[in-house]
């Protein structure tokens, strides 16, 4: 899901522990905006040789993206952010991954 970005939305994430943000950049010609950026929000750093595919280069969550989020001019600024299911079924009692599945059901990735 492709949400715009916000400062209330950049918190949110902030507090959930996103500390990177990955970045896609693409121009387009709508009379709105000239350039359409795509944050996708990781809470690693992401090493810059081995981006996604179609990745340009990443941003501390708190330092640039926080002055995206208050406006560029002639740029749309995105966040992309998709909430699946967490894959861990079933119950693995005694694991890390067991504590994770019973505090939070769903997970960003």
Known sequence: MKTPLTPHLLGFLIERGYTYCLAKTRSTSKLSASVIITLTPVKEKPMLETLPLGYDTYFR???????????????EIYISIDLKR????GDRSGSRVAEIIKQNNFAFE
């Open 61 to 75: 969550i708190t330092r640039e993206p926080m002055q995206m989020a208050c406006g560029i001019d002639d740029t």
């Open 86 to 89: 967490n894959r861990y079924a």
